[in-house]
Antibody
């Protein structure tokens, strides 16, 4: 069965960077695009960007353009999301999710809570 | 960016009764390829979202047929024919026609 296992919760200082991992199993990793979506406490969902797991091409939301980097390691079937220059507004649960028919997301990771606090 | 607006934001329902959620987009979600990319997601407390409906009205694998989607252009609706206890949580509409992907604010379904 398709499954994503994300790395554990992080507590970061303002100005730092965080890197979250998302390990895929149950399907051919390179056949799909992986998205990253975040959810601040009590808020809706916010799309951050995606990576084509086959060729490494990426697309980012303008809201995060200069601060987010999404990469992948095909040998480990793992995608990564790194967010820099963290502020308290980046406190959120970060999810990876698999692309479905190019327009939505079918399987999601369990989420990684990133807390930014001095 | 396309703004997605859901109503109501909260929906208390009686078990076994129907529920309906509306979603309106700030511009048409009709894609140049002829399809309309509106999906619905359900999020139970403490869980990641899960896909219910894609392309307005297509139920994802394993989704019960009490869930149905309809609409066109800028106005869409998710209906639950008979609410069950496991249906509580937040429901989000999401557009997949343009980047960035955007979501509604969420509608909380709870048992009255």
């Amino acid at each position: 069965q398709v499954q994503f296992v994300q790395s554990g919760a992080e507590v970061m200082k303002p100005g730092a960077s965080v890197k979250v991992s998302c390990k895929a199993s149950g399907y051919t990793f390179t056949n799909y695009i992986i998205h990253w979506v975040r959810q601040a406490p009590g808020q809706s969902l916010e799309w951050m960007g995606w990576i084509n797991a086959r060729n490494g091409n990426t697309k980012y939301s303008q809201s995060f353009q200069d601060r987010v980097t999404i990469t992948r390691d095909t040998s480990a079937s793992t995608a990564y999301m790194e967010l820099s220059s963290l502020t308290s507004e980046d406190t959120a649960i970060y999810y990876c999710a698999r692309d479905f028919v190019g327009t939505t997301f079918d399987y999601w990771g369990q989420g990684t809570l990133v807390t930014v606090s001095s | 960016d396309i703004v997605m607006t859901q109503t109501p934001l909260s929906s208390p329902v009686i078990l076994g009764q129907p529920a309906s959620i509306s979603c309106r987009s700030s511009q048409s979600l009709a894609h140049s390829d002829g399809n309309t990319y509106l999906s619905w997601l359900h999020q139970r407390p403490g869980q990641p979202p899960r896909l219910l409906i894609y392309r307005i009205s297509n139920r994802f694998s394993g989704v019960p047929d009490r869930f149905s989607g309809s609409g066109a252009g800028t106005d869409f609706t998710l209906k639950i024919s008979r609410v069950e206890a496991e249906d509580v949580g937040l429901y989000y509409c999401m557009q997949g026609t343009q980047f960035p992907r955007t979501f509604g604010q969420g509608t909380k379904v709870e048992i009255k």
